[in-house]
């Protein structure tokens, strides 16, 4: 299986940038989403903080609240709403304070 | 000068600002995309090169038509996007944008808040990998991506054959489409699908489409559970025999049609009212759309409809609460035949809930093991055992209050069809569901949009 969720289909015509995931430096393009840097570099967006369990978002809409990560060491929020900016330091729960990612 | 709220810029929302406008309101329009056009008429993402095309087929002329409106409207009005209106109630609407918060009054305040998916639970549903079916089609339209490289759209909604279709024209591989609904059901449900014979060929037209493109369609089989350790791997399913297959795939597209996003209603005070053809509670307004003196609700918000009924039923409210403003005069001479299109729209939509019905009997089904709320992970069993208490069963409030089901941050929009349904099943099986109180605010704020700016 690939490593990757998603399947991009259609190209951006926008400027690059560069993020990390979890410290990983990984590409975007302006016009992405959290979401979309993290699923076509991933497949998951998160742990539950509950179990632990892998979770990657669900509604893609803004309702569920299931793709909730950390944008920078303060700011949270939805992945699948929130455009990716140059520089973003995405941070899954699971390694959010030390854990075991 | 009258000032009205109009939230959702979607086919309702916009179209009742225009109405308004013209009629010469102050209009603010919110919405939460940065983009109208709401998930129908969703827009790609700034930079985004994809086909629209090939992607919307016939649809692309509405499409096209709906922006040209909506970014003229949006211009000649106080149009503010990514902002939530996280609550309103007599006269004041309370706003959040990014890191702002900020309160509004209004004279009439109309909520064309739109719908989301409802979905099942089912062993498996929380996977990585398994997508509500609305949501598939909005990553496809709005950032150009598939959900994944084979996937099964599943559950019982007139959408998956569009979502099925879209995908295989942009390139996807579509493993099966497993619709729930059996196909008596469909036939049953024809005399009010006629009453929009357009719509109902075009459904016909998506499903030879897919036949042509050799996609599987298995009818009347249930979703059995999600696969895979990590990730979604297979969706086994149940034909009515009994026997079970298990399809691979690597990604879901699953819903059960959809739900109006009706808390803003609710909160505003407006009433809500039991449909069992849909088996929801929806808002309670009058033909037009009045909610409570100034308070309107329109389009997928207020009942489920798809964007023809939407913009109708905006056009409809927003007409009213001009009129209620004292904008426009009593008699329209427009008016009558709005209300007869709109109604034969929402005749053919029961047409839709016979046809891919709500599985509701899957309250006494389900295995207790199964994850109902996805927020807080409390399993079926977990409610189930809430009600069997001497204190338990009766209220879905009470029951989430002990469980913390529907306690998470969606607030129940996704647990909540089938919480309730499980509830009322405790209640004896032809109890009617209860509902889930709504709270402000509706979504999530950012820490900061609570102080000032």
Do not use: H, K, Y
């Given at each position: 299986m690939r490593n990757e969720m998603l399947v991009p289909v259609a190209p951006f015509d926008a400027p690059l940038l560069t993020c990390t995931i979890d410290g990983r430096p990984v590409e975007a393009q302006a016009g992405q989403t959290v979401l979309t840097v993290m699923l076509t570099n991933g497949a998951f967006v998160r742990r539950h903080d509950v179990d632990g369990e892998k979770r990657a978002g669900?509604?893609?809409?803004?309702?569920?609240?299931?793709?909730?990560?950390?944008?920078?060491p303060d700011r949270r929020g939805r992945a699948c709403t929130t455009p990716v900016v140059d520089g973003m330091r995405i941070v899954t729960s699971a390694s959010y304070g030390g854990g075991d990612g | 000068m009258a000032r009205a709220l109009v939230v959702g810029a979607g086919p309702a929302g916009i179209a009742a600002a225009g109405v308004l406008v013209r009629a010469g309101a102050d209009v603010t329009l919110v919405d939460?995309?940065?983009?109208?056009?709401?998930q129908i008429h969703r827009r790609p993402a700034d930079g985004l090169r994809i086909d629209m095309r090939r992607l919307l087929s016939r649809s692309l002329e509405a499409y096209d038509a709906f922006h040209a409106k909506a970014d003229a409207l949006c211009e000649a009005v106080d149009y503010r996007p990514?902002?939530?209106?996280w609550s309103a109630r007599d006269g004041e609407a309370h706003l959040a944008s990014d890191s702002r918060s900020v309160s509004l009054g209004y004279d009439a305040l109309v909520l064309a808040t739109g719908a989301v998916d409802r979905v099942a639970p089912v062993a498996g549903w929380t996977l990585p990998g398994v997508f509500s079916l609305g949501g598939a089609q909005v990553l496809l339209k709005g950032?150009?991506?598939?959900?994944?490289?084979r996937t099964v759209f599943c559950g019982a909604s007139p959408l998956l054959y569009l979502a099925a279709l879209q995908y295989a024209r942009m390139g996807g591989d579509v493993a099966a489409i497993i619709d729930e609904a059996p196909f008596s059901a469909k036939i049953r449900a024809l005399p009010q699908m006629a009453s929009e014979p357009g719509t109902l060929l075009e459904g016909l037209r998506y499903m030879r489409a897919l036949a042509r493109r050799g996609v599987r369609i298995v009818h009347g089989a249930s979703v059995a559970s999600f696969t895979g350790e990590d990730r979604v791997e297979g969706v086994e399913i149940v034909r009515r025999d009994g026997t079970r297959e298990t399809i691979a795939c690597d990604s879901v597209a699953y819903g059960h049609g959809l739900k109006p996003e009706s808390q803003l209603a609710e909160l505003a005070g407006g009433g809500l009212r039991y449909d069992p053809d849909v088996r929801l509670h929806l808002p309670e307004t009058d033909e037009d759309g009045r909610l409570l003196p100034g308070v309107y609700a329109c389009g997928d918000g207020a009942m489920v409809g798809g964007a023809v009924a939407a913009e109708i039923s905006g056009r409809l409210a927003g007409a009213a609460a001009a009129r209620d403003l004292g904008l426009?005069?009593?008699?329209?001479?427009?008016r009558a035949s709005l209300a007869r299109r709109l109604g034969r729209l929402r005749r053919f939509q029961r047409g839709l809930a016979i046809a891919f019905p709500w599985r509701r009997h899957f309250a006494s089904s389900l295995d207790n093991g199964v994850i109902l709320c996805r927020c807080e992970n409390v399993t079926v069993g977990e409610v189930r055992a809430s009600l069997s208490r001497p204190f338990g069963a009766g209220d879905v409030n009470r029951v989430k209050a002990d469980t913390r089901c529907g306690m998470g941050r969606c607030q129940g929009r996704f647990c909540g069809p089938a919480f309730v349904e499980i509830v009322a099943a405790a209640g004896g099986s032809d109890a009617r569901p209860g509902r889930l109180r709504s709270q402000p605010p509706v979504k999530p704020l950012p820490v900061a949009a609570g102080s000032a700016p």
């Open positions: 669900f509604c893609l809409m803004g309702a569920c609240q299931d793709c909730w990560v950390w944008f920078s | 939460e995309n940065p983009r109208p056009g709401g990514s902002t939530l209106v950032q150009g991506c598939l959900i994944g490289s426009l005069p009593d008699a329209d001479a427009g």
